[in-house]
Nanobody, 117 residues
Framework: QVQLVESGGGLVQPGGSLRLSCAASGSIRSANTMGWYRQAPGKERELVAR??????NYADSVKGRFTISRDNTKNTVYVQMNSLKPEDTAVYYC????????????WGKGTLVTVSS
């Protein structure tokens, strides 16, 4: 059974930083894309950042402020979030997509990030 467990969310002041982690366990193909999405109240879930084979891409709204990375030895993906803004407030979800036509997509339960003074 595959599990994705996020951690690192919380309350932070504008301009502050947080680092989210997502540890994947269970049988997941090593060939995969790991990513972070977020969903703010009343809005649709949106891509924040993803990483595959060392290639990264980011939402325009977080470029230059967020950095995604992964440790394949630990099956863990991280996102370092700097210069946080109130509009970054959302539930952040970890996602892993296996490569291949029959690849599965897995989601974590989410971690809340609140940016407020």
């Amino acid at each position: 059974q595959v599990q994705l467990v996020e951690s690192g969310g919380g309350l932070v002041q504008p301009g502050g930083s947080l680092r989210l982690s997502c540890a994947a366990s269970g049988s997941i193909r090593s060939a995969n894309t790991m990513g972070w999405y977020r969903q703010a109240p009343g809005k649709e879930r949106e891509l924040v950042a993803r990483i595959t084979s060392g290639v990264t891409n980011y939402a325009d709204s977080v470029k230059g402020r967020f950095t995604i990375s992964r440790d394949n030895t630990k099956n863990t993906v991280y996102v370092q979030m700097n210069s946080l803004k109130p509009e970054d407030t959302a539930v952040y979800y970890c996602n892993v997509v296996e490569w291949g036509l029959d690849g599965m997509s897995y989601w974590g339960k989410g971690t809340l990030v609140t940016v407020s003074s």
